[in-house]
């Protein structure tokens, strides 16, 4: 598939939205990033883990500048001159726990997400066989006392948070319908398309979802600006667009193991609250910390560093209730170094709220990090 004409960072970013990538089932996300991707990248493949990967060859030493550059390598190189930089591809999601004989279905959350994190509404449940719209419902406001599941969520009256417990899919079919369209316990159900529209708001913009959307349309702009730029990094460098993430990093983890390197960067959204000090209206986000682990202070230094020479006003933070990619891989041991650069967001795990400047400052900030030598991110002379 040939890439597409006009690939500006706003028309991309929408796709992506509208591709659904629920844990474990990326591969409309998939797609749309490797027709990106390929372009600008000397070897891509998908692992075992279902992560896709681009790899951009180091600028080879003088003298062996006639050489060309390495394609596809194995994790037996040298493992200090890689640096791994990773957005994930799937979205928080449902799955179907139950069908009942109504062809009702009853559903568990795939990622740390409950019912008002994305309201009731259109909901796409992704049958083995047939992709299509039902809706995700609490019932009727309008009982008493005798419909205990609602009567417990009203504010007046049990005020109890809405929970999975509490609401189920309307599909309007049969449990005869529902099993020949292949929808069984496991089916993902997603956000329905059709609430994945972008929305501007005045210097930013909102959506579901921009968690990891927008750090993966970061990073698929950054391969395009290294290309233009017609440079090489100083290091080999593995674009990852990583599974389950939001499920415990599992792709990001097998990449950082098996890829060749000793340090991952992960790109993600980072919350924007007064108990961090960061805002929405402020610049990247870089991580020292998160709830798995302490990132390097040099590599988070050197993003700092970076994000001001651009003029960004970086916002260092500590995050608790976070995880990343790089923090699971840090936490397993798989990588020995890690990193974390965020972009800001607003109402994180909900409809998200980001600068229109955003994805482009990311993007700026990876290319110039990639540019950089290792051994300058090891703070050696």
Known sequence: MAPREDNST???LQELLWAYGPCGQEADVRAVCARELRPFVDDMWTDDAGNLIGYIGAQPPAGDAGKGHRHRVSSAAEPG???????????????VKRVETDGTLHLTQLGTMYPGNF???????????????????????????????????????????????????????SADELEAAGVRP?????????????????????????????AATALLRAARVLRDRGQRPVDDVYLVFTTNEEIG?????????SLPGTLTLALEVGPTEREYATKVSGGPIIGYSDALCVYDKDVADRLMGIATDLGLSPQGAVLGAFE???????????????????????????????PRRAIDDMAAIIVEFVMQSGAHARGEP
């Open 324 to 354: 990343s990619d790089a923090s699971h891989s840090k936490a397993n041991g798989l990588t020995p170094r890690a990193g974390l650069l965020c972009v800001p967001t607003l109402s994180t795990h909900g409809y998200e709220v980001m």
């Open 186 to 214: 496991g089916t993902r159900v997603c956000v329905d398309r059709s609430k994945r529209t972008l929305v501007e708001i005045g210097d930013y913009l909102g959506c579901y979802f921009l968690d990891d959307r927008a």
């Open 119 to 173: 309201g009731l509404g259109p909901v796409a449940v992704l049958g083995e066989n047939e992709t299509f719209t039902a809706v995700l419902t609490l019932g009727s406001e309008h009982t008493t006392q005798e419909s205990q599941r609602i009567w417990q969520t009203k504010p007046d009256q049990g005020d109890k948070a809405l929970d999975w417990d509490h609401v189920y899919v309307f599909t309007g079919r």
């Open 10 to 12: 706003r028309q991309l």
């Open 249 to 257: 990093g599992v792709g990001g983890t097998y990449a950082s193991g």
């Open 81 to 95: 001159v890689a640096t791994r930089v990773m957005a994930h591809m799937d979205e928080l999601s449902m799955l």
